[in-house]
């Protein structure tokens, strides 16, 4: 009686619980990306779909229009490290305010009248040698700040940009600067 269990057992481990895990070796999984301090993971849509990573950084400035109303302006420089798409992109967001630091919330793509003035606005450039080294600017989209403080700035992002020969490319993804 003993040996019966034991040669069942063995039969059991051995040959059914290999199959199982061989059953489901085809199934798709879903990765959830780690999002670690100063990194950025977005998808970039371009006829093909990349997984694009990198390096983040932010700088806040105080900057006062022409006609003295005051800008809470935020820039985020996203610098890829990623052997498959090396790129380049400049995200800023500048709202109308009287402190530096910008508030949660939404910002859409707006028109920028000028460089030099700031405005209520959302404005990105994006550059890659791959994608044959002409810039992107924003077309349409916008950005989500979910943290804000003065060591570092969350969100997410979802943009269309469009080079000057009317060719475009959608980000997507999440962020966290330090």
């Known amino acids: 009686m003993y040996s019966l269990a034991i ?4 039969i059991i481990i051995l040959g059914v ?7 489901s070796a085809g199934k798709d999984t879903k990765l959830i990306p780690l999002a670690l301090n100063g990194t950025y993971m977005l998808q970039l849509e371009e006829g093909l779909l990349y997984n694009v990573s990198g390096v983040i950084s932010f700088n806040t400035a105080m900057e006062t229009a ?3 109303r005051c800008f809470s302006v935020l820039e985020l420089n996203f610098l890829g490290d990623d052997e498959v798409l090396p790129h380049h992109m400049e995200v800023m967001v500048s709202k ?8 949660l919330g939404n910002y859409k793509v707006g028109t920028v009248d000028s460089f030099l003035n700031p405005s209520n606005s959302l404005f990105a450039a994006f550059s890659s040698d791959v994608l044959g080294e002409q810039l992107y600017f924003t077309k349409n989209g916008n950005i989500r700040i979910t ?18 020969v009317g060719k475009t490319i959608r980000i997507k993804g999440d962020f966290d600067a330090r």
Do not use: R, Y
């Open 147 to 164: 943290h804000f403080c003065k060591t570092s700035v969350k969100g997410t992002l979802s943009l269309v940009l469009e080079n000057q």
């Open 17 to 23: 619980f290999p199959l199982l895990l061989i059953s």
């Open 7 to 10: 040669k069942l057992m063995k």
């Open 66 to 68: 022409a006609n003295g």
């Open 96 to 103: 109308e305010s009287n402190t530096s630091t910008l508030p």
